[in-house]
């Protein structure tokens, strides 16, 4: 197989899957931008910067906590299988790897992490997107025993 081959079979499919303009692709819109962060009882937690990026198809994150904490996401949604995936990683080693989609206009994501004994925790984080703009995150864990623990929970004002 000659090199003009290859290339074309790599520009085709790309032509194919790099075309994220699908409706389902803008479900998690709402979250991107550079906001403030506050907690319930209205103090500043941090920043998030959410952008979009490769040509509308992912979703990346960057959380700065004023107490030093700091984080990153990508998310995508994967149209063969009509579910969104992200991948958390942050300066405390944890690697979560969630997914799910929108429930009513919530995006609610689901998955499995292990705490510093080993034990299995499942994880459930929503997004609601409010009327003023404003978006509230609510990240929720527990072990397989336990009542849900809410361990995040953060308003979501845009920066002017």
């Known amino acids: 197989m000659n090199w003009y081959v290859i290339a074309f079979s790599f520009f085709m499919s790309a032509q194919v899957y790099a075309k994220c303009v699908s409706e389902a692709y803008r479900h998690f819109d709402f979250w991107v931008g550079d906001w403030q962060v506050k907690t319930p009882d209205g103090k500043i937690a941090g920043r998030n910067v959410i952008t979009i990026d490769y040509e509308g198809c992912v979703i990346k994150e960057r959380y700065k906590g004023l107490s030093g904490y700091r984080g ?62 404003t978006v509230r995150q609510v990240w929720r864990t527990r072990s397989q025993d336990q009542k849900w623990q809410t361990i995040f929970d953060g308003l979501y004002i845009k920066k002017k």
């Open 72 to 133: 990153e996401s990508v998310s995508l949604y994967d149209v063969t299988r009509n579910f969104w995936h992200q991948i958390w990683v942050d300066n405390t080693g944890l690697l979560l790897q969630l997914g799910g989609g929108l429930q009513g206009n919530k995006m609610v994501l689901t998955g499995t992490s292990f705490d510093r004994e080993g034990n299995l925790l499942d994880e459930r984080i929503t997004w609601t997107p409010n009327a003023d703009g």
